[in-house]
């Protein structure tokens, strides 16, 4: 019987989502344990500290540095999950190098070299300043700035907190639009946040209620597939702009979202993954 194990996010890269973090990967596991895989699941804490998993009557013992699991599900971010999953002699998804290369700033680079369309540095629409170095904690690490003198004084901001590495982004116009996918499944969804309310901190009302611009939804998917594939992750989310003439945006791009507009689709189509 093939073995995975299963890595719970930490709560603090989880920001008002904790719920529906867990839900996606929980959802993933029964349909993975229904199919006969034999699948443990812990907390990304206590994958790095060695203590007890959740599921402690199935699994005796602290998790060992050589994990007798062919396959390892990770919601994992923090620094030291990544470090010790890249010494595991199994098959990682997402990856941790994938992971750490959805950092913002490593994004924008990557971004560009693909030649995805990436919002503007300048505009006269005010900016979107974006902590660079790790995906959002709270809601301060994404903000808005009218002008560039009010750009300076966040920036002063970000840095009196110790973040030195952070984007800068002009602000695009338009229908804000969340996408999600699971690379080479052919899943792939998008949704207007504004239409059904569901928000991490609100900053879709920066471009007002969604007017349903037509565009090329399957360059969308194409262009965010490559991105996947580009980055190293297999299970993605996103956020781009559609503009009123059709033409988008990708603003931003993360490993393993929460799903929670397709979850019983998005499970199906991850646990999928395993017969790849």
């Not at 603090?12 to 839900?23: H, I, L, M």
Request: charged share 30%; with cysteine; proline share 4%.
């Amino acid at each position: 019987m093939e073995k995975v194990l299963a890595i719970l996010r930490a709560e603090q890269f989880s920001p008002n989502s904790v719920e529906k973090d867990r839900a996606i990967m929980m959802s993933v596991v029964r349909l993975l344990e229904d199919r006969g895989y034999d699948v443990e699941v812990i907390n990304e804490e206590e994958f790095v500290s060695h203590h007890s998993p959740l599921t402690s009557q199935r699994l005796q013992v602290n998790v060992p540095a050589e994990i007798p699991y062919q396959v390892v599900l990770s919601m994992g971010r923090l620094p030291e999950t990544l470090a010790r999953l890249k010494e595991l002699d199994a098959k990682v998804i997402n990856t941790p190098e994938g992971v750490e290369r959805c950092a913002r700033s490593v994004m924008e680079r990557l971004m560009l070299e693909a030649h995805i369309p990436a919002p503007p540095r300048k505009g006269d629409k005010g900016y979107w300043l974006k902590r660079g170095d790790a995906a959002a904690q709270e809601k301060g690490d994404v903000t808005y700035a009218t002008d560039e003198e009010e750009l300076k004084e966040k920036i002063h901001a970000f840095r009196s907190r110790g973040i030195e590495d952070y984007t800068v982004s002009a602000h695009v116009e338009g229908d804000v639009v969340k996408f999600y996918g699971v690379l080479g499944t052919g899943f792939f969804r998008y949704y207007y946040p504004t239409d059904d309310g569901q928000t991490k901190f609100g900053d879709e009302s920066r471009n007002g209620a969604a007017r349903h611009y037509p565009f090329d939804d399957k360059a969308l998917q194409q262009a965010s597939d490559r991105l996947a594939a580009v980055v190293g992750v297999s299970i993605y989310g996103g956020d781009c702009i559609v503009r009123e003439d059709g033409t988008w945006c990708i603003i931003d791009f993360n490993d393993w979202p929460s799903f929670s507009r397709c979850r019983e689709e998005a499970s199906r189509a991850i646990a999928g993954l395993m017969d790849n």
